[in-house]
């Protein structure tokens, strides 16, 4: 389907009066599905969030005054608008004109309806996504098979770049605690390809990634460097298909929730976690005795408040 196609078959879906096989939508719940079904940028998102809180007044400004009032470029809302599949941004404000009016014409939410409801579906989405997550977990192999192998690497790397960082961190932080040698890559480039090399020189076999959305560029690069290297790529991400994929022995997926301007990773979370627990339950001697360990000198430097 063509992208003018694209945007013909998406304006008819939000535009009243059209055959339609559920009944008809809130105007602000028809403007999520629009926005909800695409993949779009934080900047994007604002956007987005902008003509859901004015729906009655967004749909009929200019692209400049539009771009003045959410603080961002007028290339960027056209960017928007052809995200959406759409020509331009006249051809998706044309889309939009039917459903501001029918909010001016009926019950309107308030602003804070629309924001108390916006919210609540960004938990949905997310409780959609541990649901999908809870299916893959009915067969467990994938995830305890990993879960040996990672506990047999030393060293083992763990890299994430850009807003991939947080969930290596984490992922690193615990698998610390278990592990004798975890070591973290968080920059990419020759920095990344230099800690990789010395990693498998060191004896490691493994490198657990992550790549959440927008995927990086220097993440590719990354993964590529770890194989010729000669580790073996594991890969934690929202993706299926595609070259992130391609580039890793073993790769899980969890969805991200997109409903806010910045994603959520409750699934990717779970995930690592579910990792964590295969690592030590693949060496039980060895956890526990570094767990002891561990709380022997958390408790001797006193690192954490009384309960």
Do not use: C, K
Not at 106 to 114: C, D, L, N, S
Not at 238 to 262: K, N
Not at 291 to 303: C, I, M, N, R, S
């Amino acid at each position: 389907m063509s992208s003018g196609q694209q945007a013909r078959a998406q304006a008819a879906a939000i535009t009243p009066g059209r055959q339609s096989p559920v009944p008809e939508a809130a105007p602000a719940d028809r403007l999520r599905a629009l926005f909800g079904s695409h993949r779009l940028s934080p900047g994007q998102r604002r956007i987005a969030q902008y003509m859901i809180d004015h729906l009655t007044e967004a749909a009929f400004l200019s692209i400049t005054d539009l771009a003045e009032r959410v603080g961002v470029s007028q290339p960027s809302v056209t960017r928007f608008a052809t995200s959406l599949g759409y020509t331009g941004f006249p051809a998706l404000r044309e889309a939009l004109q039917p459903i501001a009016l029918s909010a001016v014409a009926g019950a309107q939410e308030t602003r804070e309806q629309i924001r108390h409801n916006e919210l609540q579906a960004a938990v949905d989405a997310e409780i959609a996504n541990l649901e999908s997550l809870r299916r893959v977990f009915a067969d467990t192999d994938r995830v305890l098979d990993l879960g040996r192998e990672l506990a047999r690497s030393m060293p083992l790397t763990v890299l994430g770049l850009r807003i991939s960082v947080s969930l290596a961190e984490y992922f690193a932080y615990a698998a610390r605690r278990i592990h004798p040698d975890v070591r973290l890559v968080t920059r990419g480039g020759s920095v990344a390809y230099d800690a990789l090399l010395q990693s498998r020189e060191a004896g490691g076999t493994w490198v657990l990634a992550y790549a959440m959305p927008r995927h990086a560029n220097e993440t590719l690069a990354a993964l590529r460097a770890a194989r010729s290297t000669g580790l073996r790529v594991a890969l934690i991400t929202d993706l299926t298909l595609g070259p992130l994929v391609d580039e890793a022995d073993v790769s899980l997926t969890a969805g991200t929730g997109s409903r806010l301007v910045f994603d959520s990773y409750s699934a990717p979370g779970v995930l690592s976690a579910a990792v964590l627990q295969a690592m030590a339950d693949a060496d039980p001697e060895r956890t526990q005795s570094r767990l002891e360990g561990y709380e022997q000198v958390a408790e001797q430097h006193d690192f954490f408040l009384e309960d």
